[in-house]
């Protein structure tokens, strides 16, 4: 399906520390997982903003630094955790539905809404997909406040959750199931000193 996909990831985090947990990084601060390049070294803390692919005019897109840009070249990195593409990105917005619209403003497709959760607890997500990285937004079923929308986290796909696991020992947590049928997760632990929450996930 035609639209902008997720081309790269602006992320506040020194490149050591990404290396640390088994990502191949260059000298200039760029790691290359599949399709998606994540770009180390930003100003801030977390995911500060991202690169669409297109030719769209650069600024915020629902309260998120955007760029706009063509799709890295050359192929993908080879990273000893096994790291092979960008699963899914996570927006955390205090207005979903007003979120999905932002996206569908520039070129996206909402191609499924969910409410997960029942009451205090309940969350809305709605989906995205352009390529290969989903983007998924999350929020409350009733907006909360006029807050900008903000990068909270990602999910990378591995070739060897288990050896992935066993490699990054007490910075990440044990694999479970998924809640994608027939797929496990392991997330990376605060103590790994990230601004962004990062898990990986099986094929």
Excluded at 33 to 56: F, K, S, Y
């Amino acid at each position: 399906m035609a639209g902008p996909t997720v081309v790269a990831l602006d992320i506040g985090d020194p490149p050591s520390a990404w290396a640390g947990l088994g990502f191949t990084v260059a000298p200039d601060g760029v790691c290359r997982v599949g399709a998606v390049e994540l770009r180390l070294g930003a100003d801030g803390r977390g995911i500060v903003g991202w690169a669409l692919g297109g030719d769209g005019i650069d600024g915020d897109v629902d309260g998120i630094r955007t760029r706009w840009a063509a799709p890295p070249s050359g192929p993908p990195g080879v990273h000893p955790n096994t790291a092979l593409a960008v699963d899914h990105v996570v927006v955390r917005s205090a207005d979903p539905r007003a979120s999905f619209a932002a996206l569908e403003a520039v070129g996206m497709t909402l191609r499924r809404e969910h409410v997960a959760g029942s009451g205090a607890g309940a969350v809305v997500q709605g989906f995205f997909r352009h390529g290969e990285a989903i983007v998924e937004v999350v929020g409350p079923p009733r907006p909360t406040a006029a807050a900008p929308s903000r990068l909270w986290g990602l999910t990378i796909t591995v070739a060897d959750l288990d050896e992935c696991v066993r490699r990054l020992g007490p910075a990440a947590g044990d694999a479970h199931e998924a809640v994608q049928a027939g797929r496990r997760i392991a997330a990376v632990r605060r103590a790994a000193g990230l601004g962004a929450a990062l898990a990986f996930m099986s094929p």
